[in-house]
């Protein structure tokens, strides 16, 4: 899905401002849920678009572009954020005006991308945001003379309380009207050597024209190495690159030229500030500076950060458990009810394990979804997140990760799957990859059935460092810290490999802290979690149903006539009561033991019993790995088929238990022993067998390859690690 779209008057108005300046918000406030979510032509960057109605009825298209401080730009979400501006994003049409939204409480520093929009010669209209805010620091902002000396709308708005939001948009209706011309007749007075390379510059300026093609011109000249001089040298070929150092040297300038931009901006600016905004002589100690002496402490600021995350990871974790324990319980009541009224065979098994069970395990990860975009929403509108992320991101950044990978690897101790989306929040499209690549190796909680069953089945229980701590503890534990220690260096080859690139420099601002509005946050989460049902979840239905089929053909006659004989003779031979009961359980169980043997998913593990015995595993295991990809957990059952116990047992089954225990190779050696429990666990810790992990991964990233990437990147690390394991621990005398 591309991000325009024409509306009913072909409309077209951006949202632009720095990051933290309430732009997003006073976008949702605008569309309420006709917003759709899609990623720009081209890259893997998603924009937010909605339709927006003015006071006299008109619907316009409104499309909310990255948080940018200036049009220098750096990372990939900026850059088409100044592309958009250029008018050279192929699915985006021309901009009929900007809205440009400030801070009223930071307006020196907001004012400095004002001044460079003002440049493009767009209409414009300014929200002065968080007036409510100055207000309460004794804070005057006098829009009106903002609005004489620049040219243009300026309105003061609150986005918080709603206030000046109807005349916003009433100016916005005077602007596209054309009763008010939003163009700015106020700019920073650049040297004339420079306005003159600038107009030689802009008339070869490829794709944008008018006052877009001045304004990227003029970053063509001043931002030596960037991104337009990028474009431009693109366009026009390397040559160019001697007529352009021409131009910069014809500048007549013994400064730098970016530097000589930016003292003319903020002189135009302090004038402005100067002119419109009151303050007391020394500023009111904010309430967000006292909190932040504890909360951004290097200790204190530790300490509460471990807290809000432990808060966070237990959530997911834990309070979500009822809920998913009645969508599971609902769903299987629908299996039953379906397996009820439509007749055995292929029909029945295609409803009850491919459709229904498709659509279970899709539902399932909607409370862990709903629940963690709660949290994020929450952290992010009262200022948190942001003071999180500098805490950890000088120690983070150090292994290819940012500070705000936190919350999202923190949450895939939970379900990588809600955490993956998580990752929205990381602005630099590098940094956000390298997370969502790594994250599926912290261990979630369906890893742990597979790690119970082995640990209970196989590690003795005995203790270790005294009497407090067993055996058993120590293994679970240890395969936990397995993909925690193995995402450090596997996200330091991402960022020095194919996700490479220049680091943006490391810009943080902390908003002041305030209130969530519970409207917003809830609306964020529903829109989390449609998107995750309507996208993700296709994909994981399609992919639950192929592997049931898998599962379930070919129907082998011989075998079926085989066990319908020896019902037969049962039925024949005793009374009817428990025992002729179970008697036919025990066939029902041998009989779907035997069918998933000869299925083309039994016939899989068998082909690859080569390579993975190994690892100390047979084609039983091979298989019940195969058949997990749906979801990590259902190699239980699949282990409860296979040895012809049913597919009811799950990891606390001591029927399940004993049978592992005494399954052998064909010359009586047992198959599980402790290296290769060992082995196993270490190759689940590791591997990417989650559909709807990858199903996510493609979505978020708007990339098979990358979901390609983290199959097969985990997959063999989970091999290696699998067969190191069993080899090393079987020559240390572990077999016992």
């Given amino acids: 899905m591309t991000v325009a779209a024409e509306t009913s008057d072909g409309k077209t108005i951006a949202l632009v401002g720095n990051p933290n300046t309430g732009k997003t918000t006073l976008f949702n406030s605008f569309t309420g849920l006709r917003q759709k979510v899609g990623n720009y032509a081209g890259v893997t960057v998603e924009g937010l678009k909605g339709a927006m109605a003015l006071g006299n009825g008109q619907a316009v298209e409104i499309l909310d572009l990255p948080g940018i401080y200036s049009l220098a730009a750096q990372s990939l979400d900026q850059r088409i954020a100044v592309d958009i501006l250029q008018g050279r994003q192929p699915d985006i049409p021309p901009l009929d005006a900007l809205l440009a939204v400030v801070d009223a409480c930071n307006l020196a520093r907001n004012f400095y991308l004002v001044s460079q929009l003002t440049e493009t010669e767009l209409p414009m209209v300014i929200a002065l945001n968080m007036t409510d805010l100055a207000r309460s620091r004794e804070i005057e902002v006098d829009a009106d003379e903002l609005s004489a000396r620049l040219g243009i709308p300026v309105v003061a708005v609150s986005t918080r309380t709603g206030e000046g939001i109807a005349l916003l948009r009433e100016a916005l209706e005077s602007v596209l009207s054309g009763t008010q011309t939003g163009i700015a007749r106020s700019r920073p007075e650049l040297p004339e050597s420079m306005r003159l390379q600038q107009a030689k510059l802009a008339e070869v300026w490829p794709v944008a024209a008018g006052g877009q093609a001045r304004a990227g011109a003029l970053r063509g000249l001043v931002d030596e190495g960037g991104y337009e001089e990028e474009r431009l040298l693109a366009a026009l070929g390397p040559g160019f690159a001697g007529n352009l150092a021409d131009l910069r040297r014809s500048a007549g300038t013994d400064r730098p030229l970016p530097a000589v931009e930016s003292e003319e901006r903020y002189r135009w600016i302090d004038k402005l500030v100067a002119a419109a905004v009151r303050q007391p002589k020394r500023l009111l100690k904010r309430r967000s500076d006292v909190i932040d002496r504890i909360l951004t402490h290097r200790l204190l600021g530790f300490l509460a950060l471990l807290l809000v995350s432990s808060l966070v990871f237990q959530a997911i974790f834990s309070w979500s458990a009822p809920f998913m324990d009645s969508i599971d319980a609902a769903f299987s009541a629908l299996g039953s009810w379906v397996a009820e009224i439509v007749p055995p065979g292929a029909l029945q098994s295609m409803l009850v394990d491919g459709v229904v069970a498709g659509v279970g395990g899709v539902l399932i990860f909607l409370p862990q979804i709903a629940v963690l975009f709660l949290f994020i929403s929450i952290l992010e509108d009262c200022g948190y997140m942001a ?219 068998l082909f690859l019993e080569p390579a993975v015995r190994p690892l100390g595993w047979d084609w039983r295991i091979g298989m019940a790995t195969l058949a997990a990809f749906p979801a990590r957990e259902v190699m239980i059952s699949v282990l409860g088929t296979v040895f012809s116990l049913g597919s009811d047992h799950d990891e606390t089954s001591e029927d399940l238990r004993h049978a592992l225990r005494h399954a052998a190779w064909d010359d009586g050696t047992p198959i599980f022993t402790v290296p290769a429990a060992l082995s196993i666990m270490v190759f689940f810790a590791l591997c990417a067998q989650c559909m709807s992990t990858l199903a996510v991964i493609q979505r978020e990233t708007r990339s098979w390859s990358m979901a390609g990437i983290t199959f097969l990147y985990m997959t063999a690390l989970a091999y290696v690690g699998a067969l190191t394991t069993f080899q090393a621990t079987t020559a240390l005398g572990w077999a016992g």
């Fill in 387 to 605: 003071r999180a992320a500098l805490l950890l991101d000088k120690m983070l950044t150090r292994v290819g990760l940012s500070g705000k990978s936190f919350i999202p690897l923190i949450s895939s101790f939970a379900c990588a799957v809600p955490a993956i989306m998580a990752t929205r929040t990381i602005e630099d499209p590098r940094d956000r990859f390298t997370t969502i690549l790594v994250a599926p190796l912290m261990s979630c909680s369906a890893r742990l059935p597979v790690y119970i069953i082995m640990v209970a089945a196989f590690i003795p229980d005995r203790p270790i460092f005294g009497d407090w701590f067993g055996l058993q503890g120590f293994t679970l534990f240890a395969m936990y810290l397995v993909g925690t220690f193995v995402a450090i260096p596997v996200a330091w080859l991402f960022k020095r490999t194919i996700l490479k690139g220049k680091a943006p420099p490391f810009l943080m601002e902390l908003p002041s802290y305030k209130w969530p509005r519970p409207q917003l946050v809830f609306q964020r989460v529903y829109d989390n979690s449609k998107e995750f049902v309507v996208r993700a979840g296709s994909i994981i239905l399609a992919a639950t149903i192929a592997m049931w089929a898998l599962a379930y053909f070919p129907r082998s006659e011989r075998i079926i006539e085989q066990f319908d004989h020896e019902r037969e003779q049962v039925q024949a031979e005793m009374a009817a009561g428990p025992v002729r009961d179970r008697a036919l359980e025990d066939i029902d169980r041998n009989q779907a033991g035997a069918l998933l043997k000869e299925s083309y998913l039994g016939r899989a593990g």
